[in-house]
T-cell receptor, first 108, second 115 residues
């Protein structure tokens, strides 16, 4: 796998924060975070383009590492609809490579 | 709704038979992709296209071929299906500003079972 994600599984209590990590030995021109719900294709959450970039989208915050090889995604104050599989994906030469995914469950 | 239709959505076939999956887009976008999704592996790129009759291999292209004779259609063919090709196959298209952004729009997937 070109991109390594951790953890593979994450079970959290509603209201807690969660963080997913992504790293690679390859450099990417941009890095994205996607979420997939059961029976559907992945949907883009956040995109990162510059080294060191920190971006927020509501309760989601993500940062692109200064070496352009790693990233994290943080979700604050989790809610039940945050469940799903979270993927990081790196773009190079028109090809988007995905990590293996992190499965998130939220306990009420 | 990104205007992507995959067909068939479900298929069961036998080892050694040919299978073709179709991806149809209504957006007239240049870049189209085929991925397979398997537990523990995420999404792996099979083939992609950057224009009519312009295609290239991804990381897991062995046993697969593609064709794109029209902008709107991208076909994935398994010439002789094997059980290891049992998977969920996703088509994706790059949006208007792709590849400046990394956003791909995905279809709903095609579940293929090879017995």
């Amino acid at each position: 796998q070109l991109l390594e994600q951790s953890p593979q599984f994450l079970s959290i209590q509603e209201g807690e924060n969660l963080t997913v990590y992504c790293n690679s030995s390859s450099v990417f021109s941009s890095l994205q975070w996607y979420r997939q719900e059961p029976g559907e294709g992945p949907v883009l959450l956040i995109a990162l383009y510059k080294a060191g970039e920190l971006t927020s989208n509501g309760r989601l915050t993500a940062q692109f590492g200064i070496t352009r090889k790693d990233s994290f995604l943080n979700i604050s104050a989790s809610i039940p609809s945050d469940v799903g599989i979270y993927f990081c994906a790196g773009l190079n030469d028109y090809k988007l490579s995905f990590g293996a995914g992190t499965t998130v469950t939220v306990r009420a | 709704d990104a205007g992507i239709t995959q067909s068939p959505r479900h298929k069961v076939t036998e080892t050694g038979t040919p299978v073709t999956l179709r991806c149809h887009q209504t957006e007239n976008h240049r870049y189209m992709y085929w991925y397979r999704q398997d537990p523990g592996h995420g999404l792996r790129l099979i083939h992609y296209s950057y224009g009519v009759k312009d295609t290239d291999k991804g990381e897991v292209s062995d046993g697969y071929s593609v064709s794109r004779s029209k902008t709107e259609d991208f076909l994935l063919t398994l010439e002789s299906a094997t059980s290891s090709q049992t998977s969920v196959y996703f088509c994706a298209i790059g949006g208007t500003v792709f590849p400046n952004t990394g956003e791909l729009f995905f279809g709903e997937g095609s579940r293929l079972t090879v017995l």
